[in-house]
């Protein structure tokens, strides 16, 4: 079973940056696509930013997402922040498991890290 956790989230004030971080661990598996989500107060889930599992760096205007090999991590670095990045932030692991040498897809959500940015 593969399992996704985010981590990172906490209180911020506006113009700082943070650093969030998505794990996946389990065995015989690999990630074909990482994706960040976000859910402001009282709206819908919306993409921020992603990167395929051969990717090492992707920059979406504010939204760095980067690879760390060692951890088995994706993180999301946010640069100068704003109240309206405040919100839950998911990640979201699409990729394949190995079952006795039969390939069975996944798409993972983890349980979402909460981010306050602070005026």
């Known amino acids: 079973q593969v399992q996704v956790a985010e981590s990172g989230g906490g209180l911020v004030q506006a113009g700082g940056s943070l650093r969030l971080s998505c794990t996946a661990s389990?065995?015989?598996?690999?990630?074909?696509?990482t994706d960040w989500y976000r859910q402001p107060p009282g709206k819908q889930r919306e993409w921020v930013a992603g990167?395929?599992?051969s990717g090492v760096t992707s920059v979406t205007g504010r939204f760095t997402v980067s690879r760390d090999k060692a951890k088995n991590a994706v993180n999301l670095e946010i640069d100068s922040l704003k109240p309206k990045d405040t919100g839950v932030y998911y990640c979201?692991?699409?990729?394949?498991?190995?079952?006795?040498?039969?390939?069975?897809?996944?798409?993972?959500w983890g349980q979402g890290t909460q981010v306050t940015v602070s005026s």
């Open positions: 979201n692991n699409r990729g394949l498991r190995d079952i006795r040498e039969t390939l069975i897809p996944f798409d993972i």
């Open positions: 990167m395929p599992g």
């Open positions: 389990g065995s015989s598996f690999s990630v074909d696509h």
